[in-house]
């Protein structure tokens, strides 16, 4: 439930982000709020984190670990005011935190392919 509501606030942090991105553009007291939602980013990528490594699934950690690189890069490319990949990176960790909401929110982190069983190879079957 924990990884529930951490992903989930996440997911929001980055949407207002984006927001504020678009603020950012177009009204003065922009910069402000987007620095404001950046380090709402920050925190609940930690807590995303944090709930990831409670849970000691890897397919649960490693997206949280990348999340936290993408958001240390998004960060440095902001104060440098390299929007040419600041955006697009913005856009690619929104998109990723869409996908793992839903795979956390519907149980499918640790399910096998379709049409394989426990020790199956895929589909793939061995010459004999």
Do not use: C, Y
């Not at 929001?12 to 927001?19: D, G, P, R």
């Not at 409670?54 to 490319?77: D, K, Y």
Request: hydrophobic share 60%; proline share 3%; no cysteine.
């Amino acid at each position: 439930m924990f990884l529930r509501v951490a992903m989930l606030l996440q997911t929001l942090a980055l949407l207002v982000q984006a927001v504020t991105a678009g603020l950012l553009l177009s009204s003065p007291g922009g910069r402000e709020l987007h620095g404001a939602s950046a380090v709402a980013v920050v925190v609940t990528v930690l807590l995303h984190l944090v709930a990831a490594i409670m849970t000691r699934r890897l397919a649960v950690i490693m997206p949280a670990a990348g999340m936290l690189v993408l958001t240390l890069v998004q960060a440095a490319l902001g104060m440098a005011h390299a929007k040419v990949l600041h955006v697009p990176i913005g856009v690619l960790m929104f998109g990723g935190s869409m996908l793992q909401l839903g795979r956390v929110w519907t149980g499918r982190l640790d399910r096998a392919p379709a049409g394989t069983t426990n020790g199956s190879t895929g589909g793939v079957r061995a010459a004999t």
